[in-house]
C-alpha cells in the first residue's frame, strides 16, 4: 500500500447520540486496515443549530471526543444547520484535528510514491443556493437579520466563477468536488435544482465524482461519467425512494472509505454494522 492515499468521508454526524458514536467506532476499527491521511466532512456538522464560537462544548462532546482515535484531520465543508449558529466559527476554531480556511476552498493531495495528484474541491452550497437554503434557514428572516437574499446572490455569483476558474485550470490526474446538498437524490431532499447548473461544468472539466450529505442515506447516480455520491447518513438515517436509475442506494447509517492508487479510485460504503455494502472503482481524467 506504499503508492495508495486513503481519506474517509462522512455527513450530517454532529448529533452526538448513539448511530454517532457506533460509526464512529466502526471509523476506528477500519483505520486499522485503511490508515485515513484525512477525513471530509459533507456538512451539517453540529445538529441542530451549529455553533456559536471556537469554543463551544459541541467541539469537545459531539467531535474532539468522538473522533480523536482516528488520529487524523478533518476538512468540512458546512451545511444548513451549520447556518443556524455562527458558521465563521467553524473557520476560526484552531485544532490539529480540524482544518477549514474559508467558506469555500480547493486542495492538493500527492498519491504517494507515484507523481500523481488528487484535487478535492469544497463548496459551500448553502450560500451557493440562497432558494434552496431559505427553506431551512431565515433568509430575509423576520427575527434573525443575519442572512439577505441579496448577499447570498452576490456570494453565489462569485464562489460559483471561481469554481469555474479552479476546475478549468486543474491539472489534478483525479478530480472530486464536495458540498453538502445533492444535485441528484432519491431520497427526502430531492435534486436541488440550483447546483445543476454545475453538471456541464463537471462533465466539461472531466470531474470524477460530486460528493455530499443532506439525505441521510447512500446513495450512488452516475451521469455522463460522473459520480454522484450521497453519503449523508453519519449520525442519523432516514428513507430512500428506490429508483432502478441509480447503481446503489441503501437507508443505512455509514461512512465512505476512499482508496487512491496511480490508477484508480475506490470508493466503499461501510455501513454502522462494519459491513461494506458497495464498492466502485473510477479511472483517472483523461
Keep these: 500500500m506504499d503508492d495508495k492515499l486513503f481519506f474517509y468521508s462522512i455527513g450530517d454526524w454532529g448529533s452526538k447520540g448513539l448511530q454517532q458514536d457506533l460509526i464512529a467506532s466502526i471509523m476506528f476499527k477500519f483505520s486499522l486496515i485503511y490508515k485515513p491521511s484525512f477525513v471530509i466532512s459533507l456538512g451539517d456538522n453540529f445538529y441542530e443549530n451549529g455553533v456559536l464560537t471556537p469554543s463551544d462544548t459541541k467541539w469537545r462532546d459531539n467531535f474532539e471526543n468522538v473522533y480523536r482515535p482516528l488520529q487524523c484531520v478533518w476538512f468540512p465543508v458546512l451545511g444548513n444547520h451549520d447556518y443556524l449558529g455562527n ?117 466539461e472539466n472531466k470531474v470524477n465524482a460530486y460528493m455530499c450529505g443532506h439525505d441521510h442515506n447512500m446513495q450512488h447516480f452516475i451521469k455522463n461519467g460522473v459520480s454522484y455520491f450521497v453519503n449523508g447518513s453519519g449520525s442519523k438515517s432516514c428513507y430512500v425512494i428506490p429508483s432502478f436509475e441509480y447503481s446503489f442506494q441503501r437507508a443505512i447509517g455509514g461512512f465512505m472509505i476512499h482508496e487512491i492508487s496511480p490508477k484508480e479510485m475506490t470508493f466503499r460504503f461501510v455501513d454502522l454494522k462494519g459491513n461494506i455494502n458497495y464498492t466502485i472503482s473510477l479511472l483517472p481524467r483523461k
Excluded at 437554503?133 to 437579520?145: A, Q, V
Excluded at 478549468?168 to 447548473?197: C, Q, R
Design 87 to 203: 458558521p465563521n466559527a467553524q473557520i476560526a476554531y484552531k485544532s490539529a484535528m480540524w482544518e477549514m480556511p474559508a467558506k469555500y476552498y480547493n486542495k492538493l493531495f500527492d498519491i504517494p510514491n507515484s507523481g500523481k495528484i488528487l484535487e478535492i474541491v469544497f463548496l459551500d452550497t448553502v450560500e451557493m443556493c440562497p432558494y434552496e437554503s431559505s427553506k431551512f434557514i431565515p433568509i430575509n428572516g423576520e427575527f434573525d437579520e443575519r442572512y439577505t437574499m441579496c448577499d447570498f446572490l452576490s456570494k453565489s455569483y462569485a464562489q460559483k466563477l471561481w469554481l469555474r476558474n479552479v476546475l478549468k485550470n486543474s491539472k489534478a490526474d483525479f478530480l472530486i468536488v464536495v458540498g453538502h446538498y445533492p444535485i441528484y437524490s432519491s431520497s427526502m431532499h430531492g435534486d436541488t435544482e440550483e447546483m445543476k447548473e454545475l453538471v456541464t461544468l463537471f462533465e
